[in-house]
């Protein structure tokens, strides 16, 4: 396959069916280092089911993925070091944030650092400071998560994904589960880290957003790619009969 070193995310050809259902029908494309990248289509299209393929929560039935340095070729089964390695170089950020609720906000962020990747508390603690303050929750790290509002507990999941440093960053319609009036705090933060050159992934419904944050759109359509291209061409100037039909729908 053609892999240009500057790629973040180079997939080819990934499917996928639970039973009969086949829900990615061969997805092919690629992500360049610190662009952001989103994901809209309808509802079913497999939006989901493809970030959790990248992420290998769910293992796709083939393809061939690289992502940051390690590739892996779904069509055999992939060694489990190889998985462990793979799913490193990305970390996902949930419709809902999964934090822990009996740990603080700073221990939340340091717990995969220290458990997972076993790194030194020093450093790992200055790091999660660091990420809490970027997020805008400098003050918060010895609250619980039920003493936050929605969007500051989204922002947290985001700094614990950030914490593990993956190479990509995956956000599963980050503020559907969110009050309307919390939704532009999750996505402003979501925004600075496109400007910051993080590599991101983003499949939402905001489409506004998607116009401003995103270098590619992929419009998903029953499980395959069916339009790409820039926000200008994709949102503003749909060449695909369904794709015009969804965002007259969501717009
Ligand atoms: P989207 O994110 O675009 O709404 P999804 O990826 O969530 O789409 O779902 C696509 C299809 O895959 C749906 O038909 C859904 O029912 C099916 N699906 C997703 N996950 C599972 C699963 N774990 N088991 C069985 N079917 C699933």
């Known amino acids: 396959m053609t892999s240009a070193p500057d790629n973040r995310i180079d997939a080819r050809d990934i499917r996928k069916s639970f039973g009969d259902n086949t829900v990615l029908k061969g997805i092919s494309f690629t992500v360049p280092r610190g662009t952001a990248t989103t994901i809209i289509g309808p509802s079913g299209s497999g939006k989901t089911t493809l970030l959790r393929s990248l992420n290998a929560l769910d293992i796709p039935d083939a393809g061939v993925v ?80 039920s003493q936050l509002s929605g969007g500051q507990q989204q922002r947290v999941g985001i700094a614990r994904a950030l914490a593990l440093q993956p190479k990509v960053v995956l956000f599963d319609e980050p503020t559907s589960a969110l009050d309307p009036e919390l939704v532009g705090e999750v996505l402003s933060v979501i925004r600075d880290l496109a400007v910051e050159g993080w590599t991101l992934i983003i499949v939402t419904h905001e489409i506004q957003f998607a116009r401003q944050v995103s270098d590619q759109v992929l419009f998903t359509d029953r499980g395959v790619i069916l339009e790409r291209g820039t926000p200008a061409e994709v949102i503003d100037d749909p060449k695909e009969e369904r794709t015009r039909q969804f965002l007259e729908r969501i717009l």
């Open 66 to 145: 690289r992502i940051g340095d390690v590739e892996a070729d779904f069509s055999g089964k992939v060694p489990r070091d190889q998985l462990r390695d793979y799913r490193a170089q990305s970390g996902m950020v949930f419709q809902s944030h999964n934090l822990f609720p009996h740990k603080t906000v700073l221990e939340n962020v340091t717990e995969g650092p220290l458990i997972v990747q076993r790194r030194p508390a020093d450093q790992v603690r200055a790091e999660a400071v660091e990420l809490l303050g970027r997020v805008g929750l400098a003050d918060k790290h010895d609250q619980y998560p």
